[in-house]
């Protein structure tokens, strides 16, 4: 062997020596530290969930205020102080008080037709347009387009006048039951009380036709007597008859045009 395949062999052997030295020294170092003695590094636990605070009580809804009531409700007293009169059509036959009814009335019945009408008088409170609807409400089978609609002002007093020429008839209060070939005239009278008079008459067709002018004849003359006149008229009930004083006169307004009524029914003070 020459003297260079020696220096060459002998840098072969040191090079294996190292090697396996070092991979001595990975082994061992490995075994250290998966050894039993070794500790094992679990990893951290995550932060618990923070809850959020439980909802504080919710407070009660203040109560809506409640609506005062009108100061001039329907004080019969006082109504009757005020002396809210009318002149009664003399072909009407004027029936005792009952119930609520402040006056009432029996219209006579018409020709061919042996059902009679009446009509009634309330002295009530509410939503005129409501109580309108209502009175409306009460028909079906009728032609909206004959419903006739009028505000009129006689002697100082709004006057809120409707006219249901033909329909079927559900029965209102106090009314006995539903019936056909019926009609309406209603209104509504603003005192200056600040209670409202309804005057509702219904009956068959004919009759209500026939009491047309009758009726806007007695609207004409309500009027708020005048304390004068009170003492000297001798008048009683609130109520004047037909040789009461006079009043000024609205003209009574035309037959029935077509006119359609706002849709729908609403209610209010009931009659």
Not at 14 to 19: E, F, H, L, R, V
Not at 129 to 146: A, C, H, V
Not at 167 to 192: C, E, Q, R, W
Request: aromatic share 6%; no cysteine.
């Amino acid at each position: 062997m020459t003297q260079q395949s020696y220096a060459a062999a002998q840098r072969r052997r040191t090079i294996a020596t190292i090697g396996l030295a070092g991979a001595i020294l990975v082994g061992a170092g490995l075994a250290a530290f998966s050894g039993p003695g070794s500790k094992q590094v679990s990893p951290e636990p995550p932060a618990p969930a923070v809850k959020p605070p439980p909802p504080k009580p919710v407070a009660a809804a203040p109560e809506k205020p409640k609506r005062e009531k009108r100061k001039k409700k329907a004080d019969k007293e006082n109504l009757i102080d005020e002396k809210v009169v009318w002149d009664d059509p003399p072909e009407w036959k004027k029936l005792p008080r009952s119930g609520m009814r402040y006056a009432s009335y029996e219209i006579p019945a018409a020709k061919g037709d042996p059902r009679i009408g009446e009509l009634n008088v309330f002295i009530l409170s509410g939503d005129v347009e409501s109580n309108m609807q209502r009175w409306i409400g009460e028909f079906t089978k009728l032609d909206l387009k004959t419903v006739v609609r009028k505000e009129r002002n006689v002697n100082g007093m709004a006057q809120h006048t409707v006219e249901i020429p033909k329909g079927h008839f559900s029965g209102g209060m106090g009314d006995t039951k539903a019936s056909d070939n019926y009609g309406l005239l209603g209104a509504i009278v603003l005192a200056p009380s600040g209670a409202e008079y309804f005057f509702k008459l219904t009956g068959p067709s004919p009759v209500v036709k026939a009491a047309r002018k009758p009726f806007y004849k007695m609207l004409d003359s309500i009027h708020v007597e005048k304390p004068a006149a009170a003492a000297g008229a001798g008048g009683t009930s609130g109520l004047a008859g037909a040789g009461g004083q006079s009043a000024t006169s609205a003209p009574e307004p035309a037959a029935p045009s077509a006119t359609t009524p706002p849709a729908g029914a609403g209610g209010a003070a009931q009659q």
